[in-house]
């Protein structure tokens, strides 16, 4: 079966701290993956989406970027973040033909 | 583009039947989904329903689509308190070379025990 991990669960970062946020897929081969962002009392906002490795499209321009070193690893990076950047990270992934999208737990990021 | 619209809140006494409203734009969706989100955790799909479909029954949910309307509804029978959560309602289209889903805000249900 397909799992997918977040790494980490919550983190507490300062204002103009790198950010490094991990999501990996397991059970599953040329996944397409999604990041989101969930601020307070909001809907998701799609950040980026990647459609195979090296490939990312970026749906909101701001000071986060995306990685995809391997197929089934999706990473959200920052080299200094805002106060704005706070909210409740979630990474998804779905099968290349199809809409529907399985999600991970979840980071829950705070910038001081 | 594409929208999803939600009314943020309800309320229901245990026991009684919850149903969600969601409006949507994009008349070329083929699949719309329900999503439900416990607090803190991600989202977990509950259900979903292709385009060519009017009602889907799945135990103590049923999902009305009125596709002249745009309108699709989730009814949750019998409302117990571990239903407590947001409730997303998202369209399927298709973005540049991947199929996009188009969240709502999200329902916030609230079951009164």
């Known amino acids: 079966s397909q799992t997918i991990h977040q790494w980490p669960a919550t983190l507490v970062q300062p204002v103009g701290s790198p950010l490094s946020l991990e999501c990996t897929v397991e059970?599953?081969?040329?996944?397409?993956l999604y990041w989101y962002r969930q601020a307070a009392g909001r809907g998701l906002q799609l950040l980026f989406y990647?459609?195979?490795?090296?490939?990312i499209s970026s749906e909101v321009p701001q000071n986060l970027s995306a990685s995809r070193p391997q197929d089934r690893q999706f990473i959200l990076s920052s080299k200094k973040l805002l106060l704005s950047d706070s909210g409740f990270y979630l990474c998804?992934?779905?099968?290349?033909?199809?809409?529907?999208?399985?999600f991970g737990p979840g980071t829950r990021l705070t910038v001081l | 583009g594409e929208d999803v619209e939600q009314s943020l809140f309800l309320s229901v006494r245990e026991g009684d039947s919850s149903v969600i409203n969601c409006t949507y734009t994009?008349?070329?969706?083929?699949?719309l989904y329900w999503y439900k989100q416990e607090p803190g955790a991600g989202l977990q799909l509950l259900t979903y329903?292709?385009?060519?479909?009017d009602m889907k029954q799945d135990q103590r949910l049923t999902v009305l689509l009125n596709k002249k309307d745009k309108h699709l509804s989730l009814r949750i029978a019998d409302t117990q308190t571990g239903d407590s959560a947001i409730y997303f309602c998202?369209?399927?289209?298709?973005?540049?070379?991947?199929?996009?889903?188009?969240f709502g805000k999200g329902t916030k249900l609230s079951v009164i025990p």
């Open positions: 998804a992934w779905s099968y290349r033909e199809e809409g529907e999208q399985f």
């Open positions: 059970g599953t081969s040329n996944p397409n």
């Open positions: 990647s459609v195979g490795i090296g490939q």
């Open positions: 994009d008349s070329s969706s083929t699949y």
């Open positions: 329903i292709f385009s060519n479909m």
């Open positions: 998202a369209e399927k289209y298709s973005g540049a070379g991947s199929y996009q889903l188009t």
